[in-house]
């Protein structure tokens, strides 16, 4: 067990083997995910202000750097403080987290296509807690 965010090695090899199974195809996971949130969060459509190339550019480099440093607790909880301070100056809510997560959950599954095991969902979804709580709890407490 990794005794700083819960999940075993393997749980984390699963995580970062099944993101690297999508990375070919990570500009279209990152386009299916901001049409998810926006269809079903479109209250958060105002808050990317910015060229939406670079933000979806942005989102896969950062989630790719929290996937590879998911067994470097001290580069990851560095990572998501930053993360969160900065979300918060974007205007993102503590309600944001669970839907985000499910945009996340939902686009990951259409690029993994059969590869979305329950095994590696359940991964995902240990991960996203474990992120999601620190980051409301830096940002918010």
Do not use: C
Not at 51 to 76: C, E, P, W
């Amino acid at each position: 067990m990794t005794r700083s965010i819960g999940l075993t090695r393997e749980e984390i090899m699963r995580v970062q083997s099944s993101f690297d199974q999508m990375w070919p195809n990570s500009s279209v996971m990152v386009d299916l995910f901001y049409a998810r949130l926006f269809e079903t969060l479109p209250e958060t459509r105002p808050l990317f202000r910015g060229d939406m190339a670079q933000l979806k550019h942005k989102f896969i480099a950062t989630l790719a750097v929290i996937v590879g440093s998911l067994d470097n607790i001290t580069g990851l909880l560095s990572v998501i403080g930053k993360l969160a301070k900065d979300h918060v100056h974007y205007g993102v809510e503590a309600a944001h987290y669970e839907p985000v997560g499910e945009a996340l959950f939902w686009s990951l599954e259409r690029g993994l296509g059969e590869r979305w095991t329950p095994d590696v969902e359940a991964s995902w979804h240990k991960v996203y807690n474990f992120l999601s709580a620190r980051m409301i709890s830096a940002a918010y407490h």
